[in-house]
């Protein structure tokens, strides 16, 4: 395992205590259109139309 001290006790409460944000503030772009018929729509139906627009 190695040594365990207040110095490496330390040095990996800060990497652990440290945030990196930066990849949170990168937005996806997504392309596309969903139509659907609220009156003949029902949820099977959404997700295999959710499904078909997913694996394109």
Do not use: N, P, W
């Not at 800060?14 to 944000?21: F, G, H, L, N, P």
Request: hydrophobic fraction near 30%.
């Amino acid at each position: 395992m190695g040594t365990y001290d207040a110095a490496e006790h330390q040095r990996r409460e800060e990497k652990a205590s440290a945030v990196d944000a930066s990849s949170d503030d990168e937005r996806s772009d997504y392309e596309g259109t969903v139509e659907y018929d609220v009156a003949d729509a029902d949820t099977e139906d959404l997700l295999a139309q959710f499904r078909e627009i997913k694996s394109q």
